[in-house]
């Protein structure tokens, strides 16, 4: 079996990025790698265009395999979680499972210390309507607390 180390370094989803998810009515993630501007639309697209997906892992170089679980193909490039590797010798190695799997809760990780601080904020900014609006005070004051939680969380 080829294994492959991967270094990714994260960032909050910009505004623009997590209206984009809602109106898919997707779920946000917390966090999202950096790409370059003429690849992150691929971020984007619902998981289930595959055909789109496809050819996007196949033209750029990342890997189409089936998801260890599901035997569900799905492309490197696409956001999912992941799964303890029996076979690796030092811990904290994992194996990647595909969107649908990851979705279904089937994959394993370490909660980051972060994801209690921004549980915190949503449960004390919630006020009654799921998407974001411009308009509204409140969501302005959830998104500057999101931004403040990030900036200064170590």
Not at 25 to 43: D, E, F, G, H
Not at 47 to 76: E, K
Request: aromatic share 8%.
């Amino acid at each position: 079996m080829t294994r492959h180390s991967v270094k990714l370094q994260l960032r909050p989803p910009t505004r623009v990025e997590r209206l984009w998810y809602r109106w898919l009515r997707i779920p946000a993630p917390l966090a999202i790698t950096s790409t370059s501007p003429s690849a992150a639309w691929v971020r984007l697209l619902p998981q289930s265009w595959t055909a789109v997906h496809r050819r996007y892992a196949t033209n750029h170089g990342y890997y189409w395999l089936p998801c260890t679980l599901c035997s569900r193909p799905y492309g490197g490039h696409q956001s999912a979680g992941s799964i303890p590797d029996p076979t690796a010798d030092h811990p904290g190695a994992g194996v990647s499972i595909c969107p649908r799997c990851t979705r279904a809760g089937r994959s394993w990780r370490v909660p980051h210390p972060l994801e209690a601080v921004l549980d915190e904020i949503y449960d004390r900014h919630e006020h009654g309507h799921d998407p974001m609006r411009t308009d509204c005070v409140q969501c302005l004051a959830l998104d500057a607390d999101l931004r403040d939680a990030f900036k200064n969380h170590q």
